[in-house]
């Protein structure tokens, strides 16, 4: 099953979703992965300095982790294709325009944005209102 590639469609019916939950950002040397599988990470990904994952915060603590402040998953539920041009760069400025950083992870189906914990009904409301024009 293939994805959305049209910008105008993902952006009308992308359909902000925000994830239960707090999550975070952590950084465990790369060598050592099998350590930390049994934490369940929701993404992990290798860099020359280390291996970076995105825990739930509460996993993080009790393997006593040191961690990124915490974030909040919001999913775009549209099936994005990874070959979609400009549906990062949109969401993206919409959230700039209300001063909130983003930190996007693409899956196969869908692309995920973590907001800092504060932001994310903000960051949610950005995101409804730039689909809602889209739509006009």
């Known amino acids: 099953?293939?994805?959305?590639?049209?910008?105008?469609?993902?952006?009308?019916?992308?359909?902000?979703e925000l994830v239960a939950?707090?999550?975070?950002?952590?950084?465990?040397?790369a060598s050592r992965l099998e350590d930390y599988l049994h934490l369940r990470p929701l993404a992990l990904f290798h860099e020359k300095e280390g291996l970076t994952l995105i825990l739930p915060q509460d996993r993080a603590t009790e393997a006593g982790l040191q961690a990124s402040a915490p974030l909040r998953q919001i999913t775009l539920k549209v099936h994005s294709s990874l070959e979609a041009?400009?549906?990062?760069a949109a969401f993206s400025q919409a959230l700039k325009e209300v001063g909130i950083s983003a930190n996007v992870v693409a899956g196969y189906y869908h692309d995920?944005?973590?907001?800092?914990?504060?932001?994310?009904d903000r960051a949610v409301e950005a995101l409804?209102?730039?689909?809602?024009?889209?739509?006009?």
């Open 1 to 16: 099953m293939t994805g959305i590639t049209d910008l105008s469609v993902l952006l009308a019916t992308m359909e902000p």
């Open 21 to 29: 939950g707090e999550f975070v950002y952590c950084a465990v040397p």
């Open 85 to 88: 041009v400009g549906l990062t």
């Open 112 to 120: 995920h944005i973590f907001v800092p914990a504060g932001d994310a």
């Open 128 to 136: 409804r209102r730039l689909s809602a024009a889209s739509r006009s």
